[in-house]
């Protein structure tokens, strides 16, 4: 059964910096297309970054480029995300999640798996 674990959330200071993590139990893990996706309070999942199975291909929402930067470690079967220059309005529940179809990176329902979320938590 494939699993998504992410980890790494918590509290920051505004203009700190924290690094989710997310183990998949994923046999094929490098054929993989992973993202992040965050929701906050009362409002809707939004995309926040994804990267490609081999990881040469990237993509940021404008809201977190040049600020989160997304990365895969293949022989670990995890992704990262450091985030930094944190804000307030990044405050939500950061999910990771896993498609085959890179080319649908951007559709939420195009990714398969999806872990259980942590919090971060970003106070002014």
């Known amino acids: 059964q494939v699993q998504l674990v992410e980890s790494g959330g918590g509290l920051a200071q505004a203009g700190g910096s924290l690094r989710l993590s997310c183990a998949a139990s994923i046999r094929t893990f490098s054929t993989y297309g992973m993202g992040w996706f965050r929701q906050a309070p009362g409002k809707v999942r939004d995309f926040v970054a994804v990267?490609?199975?081999?990881?040469?291909?990237?993509e940021y929402a404008d809201s977190v480029k040049g600020r989160f930067t997304i990365s895969r470690d293949n022989a670990k079967n995890t992704v990262y995300l450091e985030m930094s220059s944190l804000k307030p309005e990044d405050t939500a529940v950061y999910y990771c999640a896993a498609t085959k179809y890179y080319t649908l990176r951007l559709v939420q329902s195009a990714y398969e798996y999806w872990g259980q979320g942590t919090q971060v938590t970003v106070s002014s």
């Open positions: 990267i490609s199975g081999s990881g040469g291909s990237t």
